[in-house]
C-alpha cells in the first residue's frame, strides 16, 4: 500500500482517525496531508476520492428529495411535509459534513499506513432514510390530507 521509509508520526489527535482541530484544518488544507507518512498507492487516493464523490451524490440526493417533498406535497399536512422535508435535508447536511471528514480520514489513515476509520454514520443514515420511507409509505396508501 505504502512505498518508502516510514517515519515515526504525531499522534493523531482526538478520536481514531485525527479527528478534532487538525482533521478539520485539512478539510481546507488538504495539502498538509503530504507531511503525515508516505504516499499511498494512488489507486487507493483514487478510490478514496470516488468513495467522497459516491457520498456527495447521496448528499445531493437527500437534499433534492427533501426540496421534493416540500414543493410536490402540498396537500400533505403542514407538520409531516415540514417533518420530511427536514429529515431529507438534514441527511443530505451531515452526508455531505461526512464525506469530506471520511476523506480526511481515510487519507490519513492510508498515508500512515493504519487501519481505515469505521463509523456507524452508514448505519444511521440507512435507519434515518428508512423512516422516511415508511413515512412516505403511509403517505402512500393512507393519503396525505389531514
Do not use: I
Not at 435535508?89 to 476523506?103: I, K, N, Q, S
Request: aromatic share 8%; proline share 5%.
Amino acid at each position: 500500500m505504502t512505498s518508502g521509509h516510514r517515519e515515526e508520526q504525531a499522534p493523531a489527535g482526538p478520536g481514531k482517525g485525527g479527528g478534532g482541530r487538525q482533521g478539520l484544518r485539512l478539510w481546507f488544507s488538504p495539502a498538509g496531508l503530504r507531511n503525515e507518512g508516505d504516499t499511498p498507492d494512488y489507486r487507493f487516493s483514487l478510490a478514496n476520492e470516488r468513495t467522497f464523490l459516491a457520498w456527495l451524490r447521496t448528499a445531493l440526493a437527500l437534499v433534492g428529495g427533501g426540496f421534493a417533498v416540500d414543493q410536490f406535497l402540498p396537500d400533505l399536512r403542514w407538520g409531516a411535509r415540514v417533518g420530511l422535508a427536514l429529515a431529507l435535508l438534514g441527511a443530505g447536511v451531515l452526508c455531505a459534513l461526512r464525506a469530506v471528514d471520511h476523506w480526511v480520514r481515510c487519507e490519513r489513515a492510508m498515508r500512515r499506513g493504519e487501519d481505515l476509520p469505521v463509523s456507524r454514520f452508514p448505519a444511521l443514515l440507512g435507519l434515518a432514510v428508512a423512516v422516511v420511507a415508511l413515512a412516505m409509505v403511509a403517505v402512500v396508501l393512507f393519503g396525505w390530507e389531514g
